[in-house]
Nanobody
Framework: QVQLVESGGGLVQAGGSLRLSCAAS????????MGWFRQAPGKQRELVAR???????NYADSVKGRFTISRDNAKNTVYLQMNSLKPEDTAVYYC?????????????WGQGTQVTVSS
C-alpha cells in the first residue's frame, strides 16, 4: 500500500509563509512526478505545482514567484514553500504522486492539509 503523509498546514496572516511537506512510502513503489493540488470551498481541485523525478517544475500562474516546489528523492519527500501568502490561497492542499508499483501505473493522494490565510 502506498501512503502520502502531509504536514505543515495551518493559519497564517496575509504576507506570511508556510512550508508543506509530503512523505511517500510503500513497498515496491517507484515514484515519478509529485505535486501539490488545492481545493477551496465551492471550487474544483486545481494544480498548484508539480515536479518530475528529474526535478523539472511547473506552477499555476497564480502562485508563480511566490511558491517553490522541491523534492528530496532520497527521502521520497516533496515540499512546497509558500511565501507572500494571500487570502485567496486558503484551501485544503493535497499531495499527489504518480509512479509504478509492481508494474502498474497509478496516482496516489494524501489526506489533505488545511491552509488558511487571514487578511
Amino acid at each position: 500500500q502506498v501512503q502520502l503523509v502531509e504536514s505543515g498546514g495551518g493559519l497564517v496572516q496575509a504576507g506570511g509563509s508556510l512550508r508543506l511537506s509530503c512523505a511517500a512510502s510503500g513497498i515496491g513503489f517507484s515514484i515519478g512526478a509529485m505535486g501539490w493540488f488545492r481545493q477551496a470551498p465551492g471550487k474544483q481541485r486545481e494544480l498548484v505545482a508539480r515536479i518530475t523525478g528529474g526535478k523539472s517544475t511547473n506552477y499555476a500562474d497564480s502562485v508563480k514567484g511566490r511558491f517553490t516546489i522541491s523534492r528530496d528523492n532520497a527521502k521520497n519527500t516533496v515540499y512546497l514553500q509558500m511565501n507572500s501568502l494571500k487570502p485567496e490561497d486558503t484551501a485544503v492542499y493535497y499531495c499527489n504522486a504518480d509512479g509504478f508499483r509492481y508494474g502498474e501505473f497509478d496516482v496516489y493522494w494524501g489526506q489533505g492539509t488545511q491552509v488558511t490565510v487571514s487578511s
